[in-house]
């Protein structure tokens, strides 16, 4: 994507799209991310004008008010989890090139098989923000994965511990769970602890089987005063830990 002709718009200019970072050197947020990647064109849409306000005071890009979805090449959804689904659906219909949507898309079955229905038609490519499977090192854990698959070294058990919700943390692990086992079925479900110190996002304790062969323990540690989660996957042969929420990949093989 050419960072000086193509358009951006972003939005949602609170925590995630701007806030998060403002103040610190890491690239927490998305706007930060594309100024650090040298985007000319963006454009920002948020109804807070305060949001808006603070951004400006680090950040340069055009404010609009109204979102025109056939002018962008690339969308970033980071507004209110209870929005994503209809700028999404919009954004596909209009077949924008590229959208990029924070975690949930939507907390509703029906939602999410609209999308599955225009998904059929629509040329978008769609991106949801688990972002660790595109790091270097993740990709050549899939790899490792693929091919000890290869030589009969499967994946038959996996242990998951996490704290501040589902949907806020597990679900990453979910995420590269389904990205290095590749299920179709998840079946046997049984929850045995909930806890909700997030609003809409309990913490989940709960085991299910994988492919009627993977056997899958997920262990939420509520009401924890840190953030956290680990994935332990248990092969034939060799044990792969990935800790410090990922940061930590280490291969036990025999």
Same mark, same amino acid.
């Given at each position: 994507m050419n960072t000086d002709e193509n358009l951006v718009l972003l939005i949602g200019c609170g925590e995630i799209g701007a806030l998060m970072d403002i103040n610190i050197s890491e690239i927490q947020t998305h706007l930060k991310a594309l100024t650090f990647l040298g985007f000319k064109?963006?454009?920002?849409?948020d109804h807070s004008f305060e949001n808006i306000s603070k951004a400006k005071t680090k950040y340069v890009f055009n404010h609009v008010e109204e979102i025109n979805f056939e002018l962008y090449d690339l969308v970033i959804i980071a507004s209110?989890?209870?929005?994503?689904?209809s700028y999404l659906k919009d954004a596909m219909s209009h077949h924008v090139k590229i959208i990029l949507c924070e975690k949930p898309i939507s907390l509703n079955v029906g939602?999410?098989?609209? %999308? $599955?229905s225009i998904s059929q038609t629509s040329t978008s490519k769609v991106y949801i923000n688990y972002i660790?499977?595109?790091i270097p090192e993740f990709q050549? %854990? $899939?790899e490792y994965f693929d091919l000890r698959k290869s030589l009969g070294d499967e994946i038959n058990q996996i242990t998951v511990t996490y704290t501040r919700g589902l949907i806020n943390n597990c679900s990453h692990a979910f995420n590269l769970?389904?990205?290095y086992s590749e299920f179709n079925t998840l079946d046997q479900v049984l929850v045995s602890n909930i806890t909700t110190e997030l609003n809409n996002d309990p913490t989940i304790?709960?085991?299910f089987i994988l492919d009627e062969k993977i056997h899958t323990n997920v262990v939420g540690l509520g009401y924890s005063k840190y953030n956290y989660f680990e994935i332990i996957f248990y092969l034939s042969s060799s044990v792969v830990k990935l800790q410090d929420s990922g940061d930590d990949?280490?291969?036990f093989e025999i």
């Open positions: 064109k963006i454009d920002v849409f209110a989890t209870s929005s994503h689904f939602e999410l098989s609209i %999308l $599955k660790r499977q595109f050549s %854990l $899939k769970i389904q990205f304790s709960c085991s990949i280490s291969i």
